[in-house]
């Protein structure tokens, strides 16, 4: 791992990082696997979690191991289908989920590394979930659609079936590196334990080092986040960061000031800066407690993305940014560094919902704070 702290000053030989008139510099850059695409899906949220796993599997054994996205993709539809039909249809049900629904499906369900489960049929070279999630918007739908008429006791085992047929059967037991495994055997040999991750995040209609679950769409398993007031939430980040944890991020990126094919995102102080600051430094807007709240509650943020922060940077001026991790892949001609996101600590004050960690990566005090 190669880790430079915060307010200490970059050595000749650092590596620093061209895109257009931005200059970046590595101030903390910590293990991570090598950045792949969700390709044609919408679980963001499973590919950023388990990139978060590796690092943390980095951290906790040294070892890298490749984890399956898809596995958790697989355990956790089950839940959001059964959200949605006792709901009677009065849910989400996307593909959309969030961190804490992969760190509650690790706690049932364990881990695989993805030779075990890949989600892919042996014709298949990407992951598309257009037709399996038709299938089954269409199966739920119909469960809670028939009004007067008792609902089958078939349904679970009819969901099952489908996510078998298109992702795989959940493995009982597999060979790794020459060990037998279950998929709870194998998450202890990581030594992920789920009961250590806690999410944050920072809003003021709720009371500060409380925990309070969060009304978004894709929340669908009423995962609570604990409240930080905005400032202490990001020192909070840049804490756990130098000492080595990363976090899972999520986030909006609906903005055009979030450019993966830049690899940048800022929040420009003038609106006429939004197209120039992709290309060059500008004058970045001091984000209030009160206008990211009034920017959520506008609907102008909202949880469309989740990634995972790996570092920090530094521009030529000395302006902190987030080394993010995408799932939009490496091409060249659609991302810029490599897959990586250079977001601004401006750009993340306002437009992140929440981050996951490691409870440990938060200073004592804080933790106290939320009786952690």
Excluded at 32 to 53: A, E, Y
Excluded at 120 to 148: R, W
Excluded at 244 to 267: H, M, P, Q, R, W
């Amino acid at each position: 791992m190669k880790k430079l702290y915060l307010g200490i000053l970059l050595s000749i030989g650092a590596l620093t990082v061209h895109a257009q008139n931005h200059e970046f510099q590595e101030v903390i850059s910590i293990d991570c696997l090598p950045v792949i695409s969700q390709d044609k899906t919408g679980t963001c949220w499973s590919f950023s979690t388990s990139s978060f796993l590796e690092s943390e599997i980095i951290r906790l054994t040294g070892k890298k191991i490749d984890l399956s996205e898809m596995y958790q993709v697989r355990t956790t539809y089950p839940k959001k289908a059964e959200n949605f039909i006792m709901r009677q249809g009065k849910a989400q049900f996307s593909e959309g989920g969030l961190s804490h629904d992969v760190i509650k499906s690790v706690a049932s369900n364990g881990l695989v590394p993805v030779a075990v489960y890949s989600g892919l049929s042996e014709e298949e070279k990407i992951h598309n979930h257009a037709e399996l999630v038709a299938v089954l918007e269409g199966m739920v739908n119909t469960y809670v659609s028939n009004p007067g008429k008792q609902l089958s006791n078939h349904w679970k085992s009819a969901i099952d079936a489908v996510l078998d047929v298109y992702l795989g059967e959940i493995p009982n037991s597999f060979t790794y590196e020459g060990q037998t495994y279950t998929p709870k055997s194998f998450m202890e040999m990581t030594k992920i334990e789920p009961s250590n991750y806690v999410t944050l995040t920072s809003f003021t209609h709720q009371p500060y080092y409380t925990s309070f679950i969060l009304n978004i769409p894709d929340n669908f398993s009423n995962g609570s986040m604990y409240n930080l007031p905005l400032d202490e939430w990001i020192a909070a980040i840049n804490y756990a960061l130098e000492k080595g944890y990363t976090l899972a991020l999520d986030c909006d990126v609906s903005e055009s000031t979030f450019s993966a094919k830049n690899g940048i995102a800022f929040v420009p102080e003038k609106t006429e800066d939004k197209e120039k600051g992709l290309k060059e430094l500008v004058t970045e807007k001091k984000i209030t407690p009160q206008f990211r709240q009034e920017e959520f509650e506008n609907y102008n943020t909202t949880d469309d993305h989740l990634m995972h922060i790996v570092g920090i940077m530094k521009d030529q001026n000395g302006t902190l940014y987030y080394k993010v991790k995408n799932s939009w892949g490496t091409d060249e001609k659609k991302v810029k560094n490599g897959g990586f996101v250079y977001m601004s600590q401006a750009y993340l004050k306002l437009k992140a919902i929440s981050v996951l960690l490691h409870k440990d990566g938060i200073d004592k005090k804080t933790k106290k704070n939320l009786g952690l």
